[in-house]
């Protein structure tokens, strides 16, 4: 780009005499990220989501009604009501208010999301970054172990961790945790297998770094953003884990709301009551999409080759 | 005869490329196949090869990134070899490293001065408030401008990566740097740049430097003495003005013979070698170079050459001099 410096240093100097401030690689990070429409969008929806999810959940532990009815009261004689001024998404077949419902959901969806990835993140990091870097035999073990889940479907296998573990919001949440480890795990192993042979790692060591830091120093920066990117598309698919085990009866209990759960019960009125069917689907579609589209985004800003100036 | 610095003795580095059903070993990349040399303080040492020859391996045995499957290696008298991996990073410092890919080398997501102060502060050489103005100065020496610490090393060029990783080979102080071909990912007006100034700072700093290169040109401008590598095996070993005017080893005459001369009008004469280098896995019998050699003998093919004193400073591996 600029090769022209003078073989003198002193005039360079002069030439440069004002300091740039650093940029902070965060600050960098938002720049681009705000530049992307789609991600900004995720991003707008998904702190529309975690705002409902946190305001219905403190209002539960402080007792007070915030939604407008209560989500978990049935009441028969007002059972599949269309939508309308008093209840806007309609009421399901026990008379309870959809809408109340589905904002309730949303506390679930969002916080199974994030511990269920916690989890596999936590236990995939882990797994991968032991395989690549210890190499060998412990990693024909580990990747094989991964292999082995990966190999079966993981909707059937959080099932079979259900089966195993019992019904219940926490048990739905360590299946889906268990069965996303390998994706994590197999995305670390390879990212670190690669940054680990580059010659910044090498200068690391010969300058005498003990390996903890060259791991955190070194590589686990240039890994991160894989990591990241990876999370958020993994919160997507874990509320969509979550709302399918809760579709087949095995998530949440009643009468606590979960979307993946109101589709199921509802499912037998798809032609007579088709409402009771849509506002939770559009729930969980909505949900998908902002971590999808948040996580596309965060792979572009991550990049630093592929900024935007 | 100047003090001795570094003194590798009959090094190897073995990679195994296959085991058997047990684990024993069935073929064997031999990168480094016993090399003897010393390197003096205060020189400049270069070593000479084609690609695959070995002659990186070596140069990362020195810095401590493989350890040598057998052979010695003596810094400043004492055996680096058979220290544990927490005495050898106390050598860490004093046995520094330029790498041949400025793009590879720089942590993408360290500021260029975080890059520099980085082994200072890891080796505890100064006291923190004195970091930054230690890293403004070795970025000076590198001819790069203060306010340049705070960018990205991909908002750099190549010349100005390299100069960068010089500056932090240069931060610890070290006695000898190995420069691995520094030059070779370079277009040729940076080259010419980039080796000025290492031949600057090696003045300035009193640097001892082990330069890596595959091609005799870069190694000319530099080096006081040259080694010439071939299938892991030192071939010849000269002072720079004696090897270029009175190559001995045949090898070094092809080598020679390759570097591209200014002048069309002259006619050079060119030895070109047949054939492609011989898989380290698999070398020839006896001589390594006696499947492309233009002076075969028979006696070549049986046994292999040892390096011989055929004039003072001055060692051939060759059966021609026996």
Redesign the interface.
């Known amino acids: 780009?600029?090769?022209t410096?003078?073989?003198n240093?002193?005039e360079?100097?002069q030439?440069?005499e004002?300091?740039?401030?650093?940029?902070s690689?965060l600050k960098v990070m938002w720049e681009t990220l705000r530049l992307n429409k789609a991600a900004v969008a995720g991003l707008f929806i998904i702190g529309i989501l975690a705002l409902i999810a946190l305001t219905v959940w403190l209002s539960e532990l402080m007792g007070k009604q915030i939604l407008p009815y209560d989500p978990n009261y049935a009441d028969m004689t007002k059972s599949f009501i269309k939508p309308n001024a008093q209840h806007w998404f309609g009421t399901d077949q026990l008379g309870r208010d959809m809408f109340s419902r589905i904002l309730d959901g949303t506390k679930i969806s969002l916080f199974v999301g994030v511990t269920a990835v916690a989890i596999s993140l936590t236990i995939g990091v882990i797994f991968g970054a032991i395989a690549a870097y210890r190499g060998g035999k412990t990693d024909t073990v580990i990747m094989r172990l991964m292999d082995m889940m990966l190999a079966i479907p993981s909707i059937l296998l959080a099932i079979a961790f259900m089966a195993a573990l019992g019904k219940g919001l926490d048990k739905a949440i360590i299946a889906i945790g268990l069965v996303s480890i390998p994706e994590y795990a197999r995305i670390v192993r390879g990212s670190i297998l690669s940054v680990k042979e580059?010659?910044?790692v090498?200068?690391?060591?010969?300058?005498?770094?003990?390996t903890r830091?060259i791991i955190y120093?070194?590589i686990l920066?240039?890994v991160i953003s894989v990591i990241v990117v990876r999370a958020t598309l993994g919160i997507s698919s874990a509320v969509l884990d979550t709302a399918a085990l809760g579709f087949l009866g095995l998530g949440v209990q009643p009468p606590f709301a979960e979307w993946g759960d109101m589709l199921g019960r509802a499912r037998g009125f798809i032609f007579s009551a088709p409402y009771t069917l849509i506002f939770p689907g559009i729930a969980i579609t909505i949900t998908v999409l902002a971590f999808n589209l948040l996580g596309d985004g965060l792979r572009d800003a991550l990049d630093?080759?592929s900024r935007i100036k | 005869m100047s003090e001795v610095l570094m003194d590798i003795q009959d090094l190897a580095k073995h990679f195994v490329v296959d085991t058997n059903f047990f684990g024993k070993p069935v073929s064997v990349l031999k990168a480094v196949d016993g090399v003897s040399f010393s390197i003096n303080k205060g020189e400049a040492f270069g070593l000479v090869g084609e690609s695959g020859c070995g002659k990186t391996t070596l140069g990362k045995i020195l810095v401590n990134l493989y350890s040598p499957t057998s052979g010695k290696l003596f810094f400043e008298g004492k055996d680096l070899t058979v220290l544990n991996e927490g005495q050898r990073r106390l050598y860490c410092k004093d046995i520094q490293m330029i790498f041949q890919d400025p793009y590879a080398s720089l942590n993408p997501k360290m500021t260029v001065g975080d890059i520099i102060a980085e082994p200072i502060l890891i080796n505890g050489l100064l006291p923190k408030n004195q970091v930054e103005e230690r890293v403004i100065y070795l970025l000076n020496c590198v001819g790069l401008a203060r306010h340049q610490r705070n960018r990205y090393p991909h908002e750099f060029s190549g010349g100005q990566r390299q100069r960068v990783g010089i500056a932090r080979a240069l931060a610890v102080e070290p006695k000898i740097i190995v420069c691995d071909e520094p030059v070779s990912a370079l277009d040729v007006s940076i080259q010419a740049q980039v080796l000025n100034l290492l031949g600057d700072l090696k003045e300035e700093f009193g640097l001892t430097y082990l330069f890596i290169a595959h091609g005799l040109n870069v190694v000319k401008h530099i080096s006081d003495r040259v080694g010439v590598m071939y299938l892991g095996k030192l071939v010849e070993i000269a002072p720079k003005k004696e090897l270029y005017a009175n190559p001995q080893h045949p090898y070094t005459q092809a080598l020679l013979s390759a570097i591209p001369v200014i002048n069309p009008e002259k006619k050079m004469e060119r030895i070109i070698l047949e054939g492609d280098v011989p898989s380290p896995i698999n070398p020839p019998a006896g001589c390594r170079f006696s499947s492309r050699c233009f002076k075969v003998q028979e006696s070549c093919k049986l046994q292999e050459a040892k390096l011989k004193e055929v004039s003072p400073g001055h060692f051939v591996a060759c059966h021609l001099f026996d």
């Open positions: 780009m600029e090769p410096y003078s073989s240093p002193d360079n100097l030439a440069a004002y300091v740039e401030k650093p940029e690689q580059n010659d910044y090498h200068a690391a060591k010969i300058m005498g770094n003990k830091r120093k070194h920066p240039n630093p080759k």
